[in-house]
């Protein structure tokens, strides 16, 4: 199981700021595939993306325990 | 008072506080800054915003930006809080703090840290208009995200 986390303009489009996704290992690049086909969550593809707190690659991979959190373009200041 | 540099809170900033945090007998200079909520942008009036914070990532994306300072002004001691929730106009949504022996490296981090916040800090605003809602994306203007996706090399630097 991998956890991922939404926030902002994701959150509100998916309507949930959390999601387990039952898997073993994947790409970052594919997940986000799949969150389009799955969710037509189409903004994925403008997003970074952090695994454990740390930012992270379209081609590193992630595993079961893993939290991917997606981060839109930020805004704080 | 709280001995954390570098925070998320979600209740108003107190500003004393922030700069009590780099207070220190080598300082010959603190140099603070205050962001707030402007009502006004681009001839669009902010009724008031929402930040929201992905909490433990925005705390250890503070401190990476403290390091970052620590490094290139070795001198330097900084503090840095921003405030997420609810904010009306006014209202003080970031507090950086940087004390240094010589003003001008106080300055220079100052300036470096929020430029830095706007790049890699997993913090949104979404602005609520009179008439409506939304998030903001990129605020940086120097720093367009030029194939409309943030560059990796921002934040993995």
Known sequence: ?77 | MSYSLYEIVDEPINVEEVIQKVERREAGAINTFIGTVREWTSGKRTMYLTYQAYQPMAVSMLEKIGLEMEEKWPDTKAAITHRIGRLDISDIAVVICVSSPHRKAAYEANEYAIERIKQIVPIWKKEHWEDGATWIGDQLEKVPYPAGIPDIKDVKK
């Open chain 1, 1 to 77: 199981m991998i956890r991922l986390l939404f926030f902002a303009d994701i959150q509100e489009k998916m309507g949930k700021s959390q999601l387990a996704y039952d898997c073993d290992s994947v790409t970052i690049r594919e997940l986000k595939e799949q969150l389009k086909t799955a969710y037509g969550l189409f903004e994925i593809d403008h997003v970074m993306t952090a695994v454990n707190e740390e930012y992270a690659m379209e081609e590193d991979m992630v595993k079961a325990g893993d939290t991917v959190a997606f981060i839109p373009p930020v805004s704080g200041g």
